[in-house]
């Protein structure tokens, strides 16, 4: 058996079939992802974090004005099932994998309960892959694999009644899903790698620790995520940048740049912005001002 710096894995063979061996701590191999104008454009934002089983956490947030409101979406490789409750009627939005900035609408005088999905958990609609997902915001109601679902999350009042009826459903889905095969296996333990390397991996070293060309890993996570791997490790990355600017951290935009293996100020610059359409200073400012940490209700 090799070991491997700083303990993520190691590799072992047994009869000429590559495995892995997983030496990390499971909490670094959850991500947390952030959508912050779900917290700063609307009313209320409540969340549960769970990082088990495939969810990051569930949330909530109103618009009680009467005018709709456009809440920009940044870059996000995880899939959000968003319920907008409005007289009395539920409307179910599957928002996939953002790839680049775009926007929802919050709609007048409703109310919103959403649970967000880790990355390599399985897709919750039956008739659609995951590669037609991406980029995508797609109304679930008329679905027939969710119809039955939809109706029941309509009757629910609160926000705990709301997230037990989606557990039901959740873990109803993933037992039918049955057993993973060597594919699914291999694409889980990568994609917890690159959570725990916080995207911060290049694709020749996921070859070297895998053993397979970054040909085979990129089709997986094609058939499993609609991404590629390095397109995760993209998104990922940028949600641990996220997570660490709306924290108000004090080490400067320089030593972030740098933390996060960016090759100088200027690309970090024009990475950021594509992923939010502001300079990270902009961003940074306008979080800073607008009291980020203090809008999250935690329950």
Not at 10 to 35: C, G, N, R
Not at 164 to 170: S, W
Request: aromatic share 12%; proline share 2%; charged share 20%.
């Amino acid at each position: 058996m090799c070991s491997i710096s700083e303990g993520a894995l190691a590799i072992i063979h047994i009869a000429d079939a590559p495995f892995f061996v997983w030496l990390y701590m499971e909490e670094k191999t959850k991500l947390l992802s952030i959508q912050p104008y779900f917290v700063l454009d609307v009313e209320g934002f409540c969340q549960r974090v769970l990082l088990q089983n495939g969810i990051s956490h569930f949330f909530s947030f109103s618009n009680t004005s009467d005018k709709n409101i456009t809440v920009p979406l940044l870059v996000d490789g995880c899939n959000n099932i968003i319920f907008e409750y409005m007289n009395g009627k539920v409307r179910t939005h599957f928002i996939g994998s953002t790839l680049k900035p775009r926007t929802f609408s919050a709609k007048r005088n409703s109310e919103y309960f959403g649970v967000r999905l880790q990355p390599s958990t399985s897709l919750f609609i039956r008739e659609l892959s995951a590669k037609e997902t991406i980029g995508e915001i797609i109304i679930l109601d008329d679905f027939p694999s969710m119809k039955t679902f939809c109706k029941n999350m309509e009757i629910q009042r609160d926000f705990y009644t709301r997230m037990q009826t989606f557990m039901q459903e959740y873990s109803r889905v993933i037992q039918s899903g049955g057993t993973k095969n060597q594919q699914k296996q291999l694409f889980t333990q990568i994609e917890k790698l690159i959570i725990q390397r916080r995207g911060i991996i290049k694709i020749s070293e996921l070859e070297e620790l895998s053993g397979y060309t970054s040909r085979y890993i990129n089709r997986i996570f094609e058939n499993e995520l609609g991404l590629s791997a390095k397109q995760l490790c993209s998104t990922v990355k940028f949600q641990f940048l996220l997570g660490d600017l709306n924290k108000g951290d004090a080490c400067s935009l320089t030593t972030l740049s740098c933390n996060y293996s960016f090759y100088d100020q200027s690309h970090f610059i024009k990475a950021f912005r594509d992923c939010t359409g502001k300079t990270p200073s902009q961003y940074t400012e306008e979080i800073a001002q607008r009291n980020y940490s203090n809008c999250i209700h935690n329950i």
